[in-house]
Every structure is written in structure tokens, then in C-alpha cells.
């Protein structure tokens, strides 16, 4: 779920190392000055392709320090290509991004990818072992403790996708990266799962304000409970960027229109 830039961790459902970062120092997003990264993270991103097709138009988005960013786009318009690419785990010849923070890029994130998966022929507590986190991240599952305590010892295969989903957001939350993406981390998980991962990232803010969380969802009351940040992106750009206040009224709406509404107009 976390990967640091110099010994990367696993994630779930995709492996990546610093061997992975075959592009040429050209090729790689040059780092904005200590001036302009002082006031929060900046993200630069290259051209970002899948396949032939840039899927995204390189760019550049300002994130102050604290902020939950909502990543909207309708489907296949970049937002897990720009994810990916981020983590470090899109194939090289598509594309490059790098986050920076005070002068330097930013060399720890967690990240948790929209099918995760744990190794699945080692006991659910080895393989949480493996991603730093502590055997009680259980808990976002509800589970009573003993029954928790046997899912631990129990292969990690035995998890549905709903509940693999849920632990996995669980584990990157658990820990202190100072960047967290999460794409569609609420896809398939249950309305209970999903109030726990709220309050785990409300913990997680509290815990360490400064830190920068993007989440990928089409889920608005997810967002709307969550984000105070927005980046959207349409037909392969990013269209607006800033709070969620600032965003555009919905066509035909004096009072502004809902979030949800204001999304849909914005993302087409």
C-alpha cells in the first residue's frame, strides 16, 4: 500500500521498485523551485499514455498542505493513468509524474490501486507484516476481536474483494506517508466499511495534518463527506483545480447546485 522512492514496499496488486524508473532524466518532470513548493505539494506529470493514446495532457497541479482532493473525470479520463504514474507503477514509456514538497520530491507515499491484492498464500497477518501495518487495521472490517484474531491467521485469500478493498485503504491510512493515493477505494465495499474508512481519514488527518490525501472516486456523498479540495479532469486535461467552494454552478442553478451536480457539469 506505501512505497517509499529509494526501498519501495509492495503494494497490494502491484509490485514496484526504484528499478522500475527507466525514464531519462528528460523525460522525467523537472522539480519546481523551493519557492513555488513551499506553500504545499506540487505534482508535475509529463504526457501520460496508454498504449499510443495520451490519455492526459502533461500538467502541473498546486495542492496546499492538509487537503483531501477529490479526483473526478468522467471514465478514461486519466484519473488512474495519472495515479498510477504517481506510484510509480505505469510502464515507463507511459509517461512520467513526480511530487514535490519544500524544494525535493516527495519519496514516501502510500498507494492503493482500484483492485488491490495481498499475497494470497501467506496468513493475513504476515502479509499486513509486510506493509507495515499493525494486525488491529482488522478492526475497519467489524469483525468481533476473536474472529479478527482467526482472519489473521487465515490465508489472505480468504478476504472478499469488498472486504481486500477496505483493508487495504485501512493499511494506507494506518501509516504516515506524507502524500496517500486511493483509487476508488469505496468500489464494493459495504455502507458500514465505508463510515469506518471515513472516520480513518479523519483520524488520519488529525494525526498528521499536513500530510496530502487524492482519492479517485464516482461515489459523490463520498466525496462530499470527505474532499475540500477538487481536481478535475475532462477528454484528457485537467479543467479546474482549487476548493470545492470555487467550483462552477450547475447549469440552471442559482443556489449552485449540489456537488454532485456541479461535478457532472464540470466532467461532462
Not at 525514464?23 to 513555488?36: F, H
Not at 489473521?152 to 472478499?160: K, M, V
Not at 470545492?244 to 449552485?256: I, N, V
Request: aromatic share 4%; with cysteine.
Amino acid at each position: 500500500m506505501s512505497r517509499g522512492r529509494e526501498d519501495a514496499t509492495k503494494t497490494p496488486g502491484a509490485a514496484a521498485s526504484r528499478s522500475d524508473w527507466h525514464a531519462s532524466a528528460s523525460e522525467r518532470p523537472a522539480g519546481p523551485d523551493a519557492s513555488a513548493a513551499a506553500d504545499g505539494l506540487r505534482v508535475r506529470y509529463t504526457d501520460l499514455r496508454r498504449g499510443r493514446r495520451v490519455v492526459l495532457a502533461g500538467g502541473e497541479l498546486a495542492l496546499p498542505p492538509g487537503v483531501v482532493v477529490a479526483l473526478v473525470g468522467a471514465n478514461g479520463a486519466g484519473k488512474s493513468t495519472l495515479l498510477m504514474a504517481l506510484a510509480r507503477v505505469l510502464a515507463p514509456c507511459g509517461g512520467t509524474a513526480e511530487a514535490w514538497r519544500d524544494g525535493g520530491p516527495v519519496r514516501q507515499l502510500g498507494y492503493v490501486p482500484q483492485r488491490p491484492a495481498f499475497p494470497s498464500w501467506l496468513p493475513l497477518g504476515q502479509a499486513l507484516a509486510l506493509h507495515g501495518a499493525p494486525p488491529a487495521v482488522v478492526a475497519v472490517l467489524g469483525l468481533a476481536s476473536a474472529d479478527g484474531a482467526r482472519l489473521l491467521a487465515r490465508p489472505a485469500s480468504a478476504l472478499s474483494p469488498g472486504q481486500t478493498q477496505a483493508l487495504a485503504t485501512a493499511v494506507a491510512l494506518a501509516r504516515d506517508d506524507p502524500l496517500v493515493l486511493l483509487d476508488e477505494p469505496f468500489a464494493g465495499v459495504d455502507l458500514a466499511r465505508r463510515e469506518a474508512l471515513r472516520a480513518l481519514v479523519a483520524a488520519r488527518r488529525a494525526r498528521q495534518p499536513d500530510a496530502v490525501l487524492i482519492l479517485s472516486s464516482h461515489v459523490a456523498a463520498d466525496l462530499d463527506a470527505l474532499c475540500d479540495w477538487v481536481v478535475a479532469l475532462r477528454e484528457g486535461r485537467c479543467v479546474f483545480q482549487g476548493p470545492r467552494d470555487a467550483l462552477p454552478s450547475a447549469p440552471g442553478r442559482e443556489d449552485g447546485g449540489t456537488l454532485e451536480a456541479r461535478l457532472a457539469a464540470l466532467t461532462g
